[in-house]
Nanobody
């Protein structure tokens, strides 16, 4: 069983920065793929960024150049550095991991960007 816990969300003004963290516990192989997703009110959950165990990354076009995903395999941690935040980045952000073909989600952390 894998548990994912996000932290670091909050309220920030447009142009500001936040850093989200995701702590993975349980049986969590280093080769697991991880990612961040977000869901705004009334919208479907969407991919923000993903990272493999080899640190290969992928970003949604809307966050390229502003967000940076990273992970620390020794600590089973994943991060999302979010800079130049915009009101449209407001959403609940979810940590995601795929372990042996099974998908796990965290409980989510709210990010609110005021204009």
């Amino acid at each position: 069983q894998v548990q994912l816990v996000e932290s670091g969300g909050g309220l920030v003004q447009a142009g500001g920065s936040l850093r989200l963290s995701c702590a993975a516990s349980g049986v969590f192989p280093r080769f697991s793929s991880m990612g961040w997703y977000r869901q705004a009110p009334g919208k479907q959950r969407e991919l923000v960024a993903t990272i493999t165990s080899a640190d290969s990354t992928n970003y949604a076009d809307s966050v390229k150049g502003r967000f940076t995903i990273s992970r620390d395999n020794d600590k089973n941690m994943m991060y999302l550095q979010m800079n130049s935040l915009k009101p449209e980045d407001t959403a609940v952000y979810y940590c995601n991991a795929v372990v042996w073909g099974r998908t796990y989600w965290g409980q989510g952390t709210q990010v609110t960007v005021s204009s």
